[in-house]
């Protein structure tokens, strides 16, 4: 080891940088993009961090190749938020070898690998996807719906479903594609969906991303979104809220990103070996039509 300053391994007091590697998914979405700067502006020097932030592009085997790099570098904690739920047992197995604690953000993992994160920090997907079914089942009993799914097999994708679908009934869905989170993909999912659903009239998105591209498919076909067909999104970006506000969204879960602070605190506490709770729930809201200009103009994402 050439490193003649060794840390003395007592959590940082002899004031070294903790060395992070964060995997981001990607930046797939607005969502997304305020995810990364708030962990940014929360994981700096000053706030006792040496980061290494690596954007995987939505692609499963770069997240690996990320994560592989940081066991390499040896970095204190790992954090990151998975594309899909499956197919990290192995990388997790050799993080855990290397006795690197992870921090686990947003998105889950469904892995064999036993305690295979020290704490997790993201919002309830399935209860996001809950909140949008009773907004439907509550307004518009008898919609016709189509379901626009974000990349498929990832936590967000299988939990909103799961919890939309299970308080509409499955019976009021007509179809679903994925739009894989982004608003080309949605727009491009949505033109074909109205072409085979004609007579749908409702919109569940995973997404505000992909609710905005699917706005420009519905008016192109000539109808009026948010008339014609009612949407339902999660998120709340500001271009989300901006669309409540212009009446082509209707309802809108929110799936708040701003959440570095709380990461920074569990890498501190994760790196001084001090307890943590295995999760953390991100608080969500929800919006409709009655929410003014002036709010989504102080939308600071
Ligand atoms: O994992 C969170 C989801 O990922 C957000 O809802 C979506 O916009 C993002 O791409």
């Not at 997304?32 to 085997?61: C, H, M, P, W, Y």
């Not at 659903?197 to 919109?203: A, E, F, G, R, V």
Request: charged share 25%.
């Amino acid at each position: 080891d050439t490193n003649a300053t060794q840390d003395s391994g007592d959590g940082g007091d002899s004031g070294e940088l903790i060395k992070v590697g964060f995997s981001q998914l990607g930046a797939e979405s607005g969502w997304r993009t305020a995810n990364t700067e708030s962990v940014k502006a929360s994981l700096t020097e000053e706030n006792g961090i040496d980061l290494t932030f690596v954007d995987a592009q939505q692609k499963q085997e770069n997240q690996i190749k990320a994560l592989r790099d940081f066991i390499d570098q040896g970095v204190d904690v790992i954090a990151f938020s998975p594309v899909v739920q499956t197919g990290w047992d192995e990388v997790l197995q050799e993080i855990q070898d290397a006795e690197i604690p992870v921090v686990l953000v947003d998105r889950t993992v469904d892995t064999t690998v036993t305690d295979p994160y020290a704490t997790w920090i993201g919002a309830d997907f399935k209860s996001e996807g809950v909140k949008a079914g009773e907004w439907v089942k509550e307004n518009y009993p008898d919609a016709k719906i189509f379901e626009l799914q974000g990349t498929l097999g990832s936590g967000a994708q299988v939990d909103r479903e799961a919890g939309f679908d299970e308080t509409v009934g499955a019976d009021k869905i007509l179809g679903k594609a994925s739009g894989n989170f982004t608003r080309a993909e949605g727009k491009a999912a949505m033109e074909a969906a109205l072409q085979a659903y004609p007579d749908m009239n409702l919109l569940f998105t995973h997404n505000d991303d992909m609710g905005l591209g699917a706005i420009e498919a519905i008016e192109a076909a000539g109808k009026v979104p948010g008339k014609d067909i009612v949407i339902v999104s999660v998120d709340g970006v500001r271009d989300g809220l901006q669309a409540l506000v212009d009446k082509k969204f209707n309802f809108v879960v929110e799936c708040n990103p701003v959440f570095g602070d709380q990461i920074l605190d569990a890498i501190k506490k994760v790196y001084a070996g001090e307890d943590v709770p295995k999760e953390t729930i991100v608080v969500d809201a929800t919006f409709d039509q009655t929410i003014t200009q002036e709010e989504v103009d102080a939308r600071p994402y």
